[in-house]
């Protein structure tokens, strides 16, 4: 009875909000909005539902405006948030091991190629003026030579950026999730995260569905929802018809490093020179 009693004024299970435990810090374009909206399926976890922006735009409002952007938790819920542009700003690494240097890192990656084109279709769907993609990533108008300063091919050399994070954080604290694999079966992608972030395996198979009209795999069901649903639709584009000539001289490894070896988690031995 009377533990009863201290359970019910134990603050520790009182809903409130706290600093995240896990941040989704990346790759743009790379699938992190499937991964953010399929890990908080799982009851123990709660994300904030928008871009928070905190390290990079915010950081001078302080912790306890980040904190208050979170959703409220109990104990034992993981609390998570997810900005895509943390991965590539250098001063983000250090202000994130200053708030937690145990914190869980989750970054999505995808061929840089197909990065780049996602990155070009969204930008162009914004600006229908832009120059074609294969103009935007070769100087001089031939396929000779790769524009490494274009945005959309500059964030595609992981490597670099990573090296940034891996001043700061071990390995170990880092998951580097399949994009492809994202699509292809995300049960598998969505085992991994749950065993790293030691939660049970709630998400499985039977949460997902492939749906042929959008092309991608959507959820049956979710936190906020019970009916079947898929990503928004800026999510899963169509993309232009790029030159194969270009795309092959952009997968050459001298542009990207090589992004993808057999394994992700092998992505920092990557020479980014
Ligand atoms: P495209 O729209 O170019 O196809 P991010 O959320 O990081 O911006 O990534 C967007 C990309 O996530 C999409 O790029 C799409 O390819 C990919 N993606 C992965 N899983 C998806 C899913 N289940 N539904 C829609 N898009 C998904």
Sequence with gaps: ESSFKYRLVNPQNLSARRLPDVLLIGVKKSGTRALLEFVRVHPDVRAAGCEVHFFERHYTFGLNWYRKKMPPTVTGQLTMEKTPSYFVTSSVPSRVYKMNPKIKLLLVVRNPVTRAISDYTQSFSKNKDMKKFEELSFVNGSYELVDTSYGAIKIGVYAKYL?????????????????????????????????????K????????????TK???CLLKSESRSTPHCLGKTKGRSHPKIDRKAIERLSED????RWFPTNPNEIQTVDST
């Design 215 to 217: 092309g991608f795999p």
């Design 201 to 212: 395996r709630v998400i499985t198979e039977k949460h997902f569905y492939f749906n042929s």
């Design 254 to 257: 001298k542009w990207t490093g």
């Design 163 to 199: 090296e940034r994070w891996l001043k700061w954080f071990p390995l170990k604290q880092l998951l580097i999730v399949s994009g492809e694999r994202l699509i292809s079966d995300p049960a598998a992608e969505l085992y991994r995260v749950q065993d790293f972030l030691n939660l």
